[in-house]
């Protein structure tokens, strides 16, 4: 069986923490509101580490047809 | 290598070493593919040891059986599910400990398990998180109101158990066609 | 499933939890700009109001609708011929500059034409990407013969003097008095009152309390996570869990469909009709026979017109003073009853049973227990009792007439009543059987058990049983309701308190009394 192209998993933490990195600094010079968006916007975690999936079963199934 | 007449002086061989010391010896480091330990603490939340291990059949049922017990014995019968919920508990760690022992013993029998990443090879668990994902993310957009949709979350058994169905009967299939071997 | 999409799937799940958790919680640990709502319900901060009054002529009878969400509404009768309406606006602000220009575009709105008036305001609008407290407050006065209903949330709901009401409230008190014709009552997270009801009443009600007192009609109720209360209504229809159920006073049936709840009945005309669990089931007074069934807890019944049919589960049923045929049954639990007169049927499991003063045929099975049975006079019925893993003691009155049968397996059968000598059992094996009669033979007595069997002498019914059996007593119904517009309700006086009621808060009273809400708005 192929390994995986990449880890879902791996890329789904680090785009998690550069966006909870990213909304908490705007949070602290009081451009955004972080609660109300983290409260809205999380479960996009959940669609993102679904995408990352279904990418990386594709990725893997392009390069197992290749000789 | 010249052929000698036996020394009946010479010390005994040693005996044949088993086959697990073989394979440590030619490979001192063996990376076994599933840890027990971990499937009995991931157990402590009924099923999940199972899930670890990649009995997702066994898992839902070691769940539903626990919380079964436990509905039946808060609805006035305590005989006999009262007695059910530390059995169907500890007996669903000890299940997910020797489920992940047998698949370290086949492994180490030379069967090769199927790489448990490339075991998702179905897009079923991508859509799965994404879907779950986007009910929720719509929720909170109020575009969706889950309160109203949750009435329906019967039509999930439905699909799991005919998900199950439909896995063991390709899953047959496979065996009886020689594309995988039986399991034990 | 590898562990790494295990401990990625619960690591995400912790995540959103925290974050719901975080955003439920916010108004306690005050996160969010200042003068949002908190978890008291209240905005804090300075503020400010403001009020704005509109009239409008309707015809009769009239029906108004009214719309708010963060205030109080109060609806009572006034003149005929017109609604009038005042609308407070409470604005938290840091000053009253800005507070008045937020206010202005505040504004009431009045809709409809003919009889049909809709009363709202337009906070939504104005509240869309603010978060600025804002408390509406509404006081109306309507004819007296307006159908209103009203829906809000976080505020007090008070009705009275109208012709019919209808209710859809949250988070806040809901008070509905002196009601002609029906009043229907919808509300969670508070307490419900609803008194002096000329016609029918319903009320669902979710984690309050609920009052229902003098309604002349029907009463429907749907209650969880709160105590129920009923005093003279009409016949009742009720479902309750986890709260207790008192009802007193009911002109008609009374069914009671609970569960985590203790019912107590009294004075019922009708027939009593009760099932709950994990708690009791209480009934005295019943007009037209009794039907309690009650899993985890007993059941207690007492001067019963018409009958008895009691079950009770993990714990006992004590009956007193019934006229009517008696039908028992307690699973791990005792049976203690006095004053039957219509005979009885008993089954026990796991304790004892004692009936007391009874007439009539009486049936009685125990498993693991005894029985003990003393009759209101001279055996005049037929007795029967099976008993397994215990003894049997029948009182046998003077003057009784019986054709006796009695079988002890493994224990004895004795007498000490006079006519009647237990002859020596020539059987071989443990136990004793003996038949007979007293008084020359009459009702068929049969009585066997695993122990012993006894007969004892017994004189004269005890006092107990000489009672007759108490009705239910009713007080004179509702207060008729007056015909003419009550001339004191007006927005500045406080409407006549009643034990059954809690007091109103005035208007002018300070701004965080009327929401009391454990809830934020979204943003």
């Known amino acids: 069986m192929s390994r995986p192209a990449f880890s879902p998993e791996g890329v789904t933490l680090g785009v998690g923490l550069v966006a909870l990195g990213v909304l908490w600094t705007l949070s602290n010079l009081g451009r955004v509101e972080m609660l109300p968006v983290l409260r809205t916007w999380w479960p996009l975690s959940f669609v993102v580490w679904g995408a990352l999936e279904l990418a990386d079963l594709a990725i893997r199934r392009s390069s197992g047809r290749q000789p | 290598m010249s052929t000698q007449s036996p020394d009946l002086n010479a010390p005994a061989p040693p005996p044949p070493l088993p086959p697990s010391a073989v394979v440590a010896q030619a490979a001192p480091f063996v990376r076994l593919p599933k840890s027990p330990g971990l499937a009995a603490f991931l157990s402590l939340f009924p099923g999940l040891g199972q899930v670890y291990n990649g009995q997702i059949a066994r898992a839902f049922a070691f769940f539903f059986a626990w919380v079964g017990s436990i509905y039946l014995t808060s609805t006035g019968h305590e005989f006999p599910f009262a007695f059910m919920i530390p059995f169907v508990y500890l007996y669903n760690m000890i299940d997910a400990w020797k489920g992940s022992n047998a698949i370290n013993q086949r492994f180490l029998g030379g069967r090769t398990e199927p790489d448990e990443d490339a075991a998702m090879e179905s897009p079923v668990w991508g859509a799965i998180l994404a879907v779950f994902g986007v009910l929720i993310l719509f929720n909170n957009l109020g575009w969706l109101d889950l309160d109203r949709l949750a009435r329906w979350w019967p039509i999930l058994l439905i699909l799991v158990g005919a998900w199950f169905v439909y896995a063991s009967l390709q899953k047959r299939k496979a065996v009886e066609s020689g594309d995988e071997p039986p399991r034990l | 499933m590898s562990a790494r999409k295990i401990g990625m799937l619960l690591l995400l799940l912790a995540f959103g939890a925290s974050v719901e958790t975080a955003w439920q919680v916010r108004g306690d640990v005050r996160i969010g700009p200042e003068g949002c709502r908190v978890m008291g319900g209240r905005f804090y901060g300075p503020s400010y109001s403001f009020e704005q009054t509109a009239e409008r002529a309707v015809s009769s009878p009239a029906r108004l609708e009214v719309r708010n969400a963060f205030g109080g509404v109060r609806v009572a009768a006034g003149a005929p011929g017109t609604v009038r309406v005042k609308l407070r606006k409470v604005v938290f602000l840091p000053t009253e500059e800005k507070a008045k220009g937020f206010a202005d575009r505040v504004e009431l709105r009045l809709s409809g034409e003919g009889s049909s008036l809709s009363v709202t305001t337009n906070r939504d609008d ?7 407290g804002l408390e509406t407050h509404l006081e109306i006065e309507v004819p007296p013969d307006t159908a209103v209903s009203v829906r809000n949330e976080h505020g007090q709901v008070d009705l009275s003097g109208l012709a019919s009401a209808e209710v859809e409230s949250s988070f806040g008190e809901v008070d509905v008095t002196r009601i002609a014709g029906d009043a229907r009552v919808e509300s969670k997270h508070d307490d419900v009152a609803v008194e002096d009801v000329g016609g029918s009443a ?25 105590h129920t209360a009923a005093r003279r209504t009409g016949s009742i229809e009720a479902k309750q869990s986890h709260g207790g159920f008192q009802a007193e006073a009911v002109a008609g049936d009374l069914v009671v469909r609970g569960s985590h709840s203790e019912v107590d009945a009294a ?17 005295a007074r019943i007009g037209a026979g009794a039907r309690a069934r009650v899993e985890h807890g007993r059941v207690e019944a007492e001067d019963v017109t018409g009958g008895l049919a009691a079950t009770a589960s993990h714990d006992g049923v004590t009956a007193r003073h019934v006229d009517g045929a008696v039908e028992i049954e307690a699973q791990n639990g005792a049976v203690d009853a006095s004053g039957l007169s219509g005979g009885a049927r008993v089954r026990a499991q796991g304790g004892d049973v004692s009936l ?11 498993d693991r227990g005894s029985a003990r049975l003393t009759p209101r006079a001279a055996i005049a019925s037929p007795i029967t009792v099976e008993v397994h893993n215990g003894d ?14 009695a079988e002890s397996r493994r224990g004895d059968v004795r007498s000490d009543v006079a006519g009647l000598t237990v002859s020596d059992d020539d059987r071989p094996g443990p136990g004793r059987q003996f038949r007979g009669s007293i008084g020359g033979g009459g009702e068929p007595v049969k009585l066997r058990a695993d122990g012993d069997v006894a007969f004892g002498a017994y004189g004269s019914a005890s006092a107990i049983t000489d009672r007759a059996v108490a009705k239910p007593s009713i007080e004179a119904g509702a207060r008729t309701l007056e015909a003419t517009p009550s001339p004191s309700p007006s927005p500045a006086t406080a409407p006549t308190a009643s034990p059954a009621r809690r007091p109103t808060p005035s208007p002018d009273a300070p701004a965080e009394a009327p929401s009391e809400a454990p809830r934020t708005e979204a943003p």
């Open chain 3, 392 to 405: 049997v003691d029948l009182r046998v009155p003077d003057g009784s007439r019986a054709t006796i049968e």
């Open chain 3, 126 to 132: 104005v509240r869309r990407g603010e978060d600025t």
């Open chain 3, 202 to 226: 319903s009320v669902s009600s979710r984690h309050g309390a609920v009052a229902v007192s003098d309604v002349r009609g029907a009463v429907t109720l749907d209650v969880e996570h709160g």
């Open chain 3, 356 to 366: 007391d003063g009874f007439s009539g045929a009486v049936t009685v099975e125990v």
């Open chain 3, 267 to 283: 004075d019922v005309t009708g027939r009593a009709d009760v099932e709950t669990s994990f708690g009791h089931a209480k009934l």
